[in-house]
């Protein structure tokens, strides 16, 4: 394996959701970025498409403000519908069949733990 891992959506939905519950609004890149620092470097993904589909199905929002860098960035929220699926303790259904056990405060480690 070359030290990065492929994940399966449900698990980069549930690495989303726990890091805005957590750290409360944040651009893409910092969702990234903080994502490979949780799994320990393993993990350097692209996050668009994933952002896209929960802020289509209305678990996230975002909007265009200012970044630390005095950048022009998108940053996203859970929304109250967002919010309703952590307390319930999982993702969405529509991702059910995608999401492998993970750990329960949701941060992917290594390898082994994404595969099942």
Same mark, same amino acid.
């Given at each position: 394996m070359s030290g990065k891992s492929d994940v399966q959506q449900g698990t980069l939905v549930l690495m989303v959701f726990k890091t805005l519950e957590g750290m409360g609004a944040m651009h893409g890149y910092g969702i990234a970025r903080r994502s490979e620092q949780t799994s320990g470097? !393993? !993990?350097? +993904?692209?996050? $668009?498409p994933? +952002? +896209?589909?929960i802020e289509q199905e209305g678990y996230i929002k975002s909007e265009w403000s200012v970044s630390e860098n005095n950048r022009k960035a998108k940053f996203y929220t859970l929304t109250r519908a $967002?919010?309703?699926q952590m307390q319930k303790g999982n993702p969405p259904n %529509?991702? &059910? %069949?995608?999401v492998p056990s993970a750990?329960? &405060?949701g941060v992917v480690t290594s390898p082994a733990e994404i595969s099942g």
């Amino acid at each position: 394996m070359s030290g990065k891992s492929d994940v399966q959506q449900g698990t980069l939905v549930l690495m989303v959701f726990k890091t805005l519950e957590g750290m409360g609004a944040m651009h893409g890149y910092g969702i990234a970025r903080r994502s490979e620092q949780t799994s320990g470097d !393993l !993990l350097s +993904l692209n996050y $668009g498409p994933v +952002l +896209l589909k929960i802020e289509q199905e209305g678990y996230i929002k975002s909007e265009w403000s200012v970044s630390e860098n005095n950048r022009k960035a998108k940053f996203y929220t859970l929304t109250r519908a $967002g919010r309703k699926q952590m307390q319930k303790g999982n993702p969405p259904n %529509s991702w &059910e %069949s995608n999401v492998p056990s993970a750990p329960a &405060e949701g941060v992917v480690t290594s390898p082994a733990e994404i595969s099942g």
